[in-house]
């Protein structure tokens, strides 16, 4: 019974210490959309959206705002939104890539039939 009265009240600092250890840690939403944004400018996105970027600035702006205000419904409102965004403006900048490459078939198209006109032309 001795044993016991050592042994369950050392079991109980170990896992409550452990616990406080195993928690989860929060994730600032703020910063990893900040990241997210960062990334858009290394990866040149902002050429393909230059107006959603600057919504999307002063979104974050307006997140800080109501993380300092406490008003966590706005807050996780608008940071779903930024990400929505971020995700329009990637979408938009892959659609301007493939609207170049289009481009650039079609031009390929246009100077491939040209010379094939040359080729038909000499040939009759």
Do not use: W
């Not at 490459?101 to 009759?124: A, P």
């Amino acid at each position: 019974m001795n044993i016991f009265r050592h042994i369950l009240p050392a079991c109980i600092i170990i896992i409550v210490a452990t616990h406080s250890y195993a928690k989860k840690e929060e994730v600032d939403e703020v910063q990893e959309v900040q990241k997210l944004l960062g990334k858009a400018y290394e990866l040149n996105y902002v050429d393909a959206a230059p107006v959603e970027i600057s919504f999307i600035e002063k979104k974050i702006i307006q997140a800080k705002e109501f993380k300092e205000k406490r008003k966590k419904r706005d807050f996780k409102q608008l940071i779903t939104e930024i990400k929505a965004d971020l995700k329009i403006v990637k979408k938009r900048y892959e659609i301007n890539q493939l609207q170049k490459k289009l481009s650039q078939l079609k031009q390929s198209n246009i100077e491939s039939q040209r010379v094939l006109d040359d080729l038909q032309g000499q040939l009759q």
